[in-house]
């Protein structure tokens, strides 16, 4: 069962454009929406994250914007720049008492910035 | 500050073998979860160890089990080695007093022929 679906599966954008890559959840116990950015032969990097009381969080070029009564997210890249070529992750994590929580994944979107 | 650190790179095994990847977590890291990435996907949860013992565990079968050293270090043990078992496997370390502070390691490519 997919918790977590993210869309579009791939995305080219030109230089200086708005990336916008969305997510969707359906575990309403989720209370912690992070993205990560993986670059070829490397594992996930955590790029920016969000509780569900905020509605939107920014950090340089990227922001969060949070949904919580559609049960959606979506990251915006702005001023998109050739480096930032990658593939992002959204991914959702519920509470656990005493450890370390797990992360869901959504199925990743590959980012192309043309210039 | 080295992070996390996996062991091999890459790794080529045939049906029906096993397969023992290693995991060093980042320095005052204390819980070690591991992720199976196959080709094209999102990182999918195995499983994860505090204080040596498995504390939650994802949908995989029981090939799949692990193991964490008093040092924090971990050990992912695939037993039975299915083509479908070919993926990149992920360690991430994290404290437990920052539930959700994790550092990936960059994995170890399996490949099952």
Known sequence: Q????????????QKGGISIINCAYENTAFDYFPWYQQFP?????????????VSE???GRFTISFNKSAKQFSLHIMDSQPGDSA??????SSPNTGTASKLTFGTGTRLQVTL | ????????????????QQVTLRCSPKSGHDTVSWYQQ??????????QYYEEE??????????????????????????????????????????????YGYTFGSGTRLTVV
């Not at chain 1, 593939?87 to 959702?92: L, M, S």
Request: charged share 20%; proline share 7%; with cysteine.
């Open chain 1, 2 to 13: 997919q918790q977590v679906k993210q869309s579009p599966q791939s995305l080219i954008v």
């Open chain 1, 41 to 53: 032969g490397k594992g996930p990097a955590l790029l920016i994250a969000i509780r569900p009381d």
């Open chain 1, 57 to 59: 969080k920014k950090e």
């Open chain 1, 87 to 92: 593939t992002y992750f959204c991914a959702a």
């Open chain 2, 1 to 16: 500050d080295a992070g996390v650190t996996q062991s091999p790179t890459h790794l080529i095994k045939t049906r029906g």
């Open chain 2, 38 to 47: 196959a080709l094209g996907q999102g990182p999918q949860f195995i499983f």
């Open chain 2, 54 to 99: 498995e504390r939650q565990r994802g949908n995989f079968p029981d090939r799949f089990s692990g193991h964490q050293f008093p040092n924090y270090s971990s050990e992912l043990n695939v037993n039975a080695l299915l083509l479908g078992d070919s993926a990149l496997y992920l360690c991430a370390s994290s404290r437990t007093q920052r539930r």
